[in-house]
């Protein structure tokens, strides 16, 4: 791939995840409500990342409000990373790392959204090969009905956390792939 700037392409169904094999590649998935102020952090992350040149081995994908509509990605990627926001009485930016097992292990609902996507973990857990998920939280403060910007300790926080995931992208892609001398 040249060093231009890819492309971000529109995902309109779960072939894209068949396409090709994504073994080798990691997905990066943002979720939460866009028209809900902060807790739209994980659709403004990803909207930054189709900005950039990204390794091959990496994917994104805005999940929005998700829910069991996203499972053929779990059945796609070895790997996914997801970025959300949380009300964790931290201040407001504070990105934290989890390593969720279960469903009660994510952050608790900001949102109907976090209902579905917590149903649909518990879904994943169930399949025959569950994918290695990391998830990245973003503290918010409140949430604001009919915002799609972010505050500014939240928006600060974006090149933080594109620097964070991409970091554990090559970490984690790095493990999966030998070395070649």
Do not use: W
Request: charged share 20%.
């Amino acid at each position: 791939m040249s060093t231009t700037e890819r492309t971000p392409v529109a995902i309109s169904s779960d072939s894209f995840f068949f396409e090709k094999d994504k073994s080798n590649s990691i997905l990066i998935m943002g979720v939460g409500n866009y028209l809900m102020g902060d807790e739209g952090v994980g659709v403004h992350l990803i909207q930054a990342l189709s900005k950039i040149h990204l390794p091959d081995y990496v994917d994104i994908l805005d999940g929005g409000t998700g829910g069991f509509l996203l499972l053929s990605c779990f059945e796609a990627y070895n790997t996914i990373i997801f970025v959300d926001a949380t009300i964790d009485g931290k201040p407001a930016g504070t990105i934290s790392l989890i390593r969720p097992k279960f469903a009660s292990d994510f952050p608790s609902a900001l949102s109907v959204h976090d209902v579905g996507l917590k149903d649909m973990i518990e879904a994943v857990y169930l399949m025959e090969q569950t994918p290695d998920i990391h998830l990245f939280t973003i503290s918010i403060e409140e949430l604001i009905p009919m915002l799609i910007a972010l505050s500014p300790k939240v928006q600060k926080a974006i090149p933080e956390i594109i620097k964070k995931v991409l970091a554990l992208s090559k970490e984690l892609h790095l493990k999966k792939v030998p070395f070649k001398e």
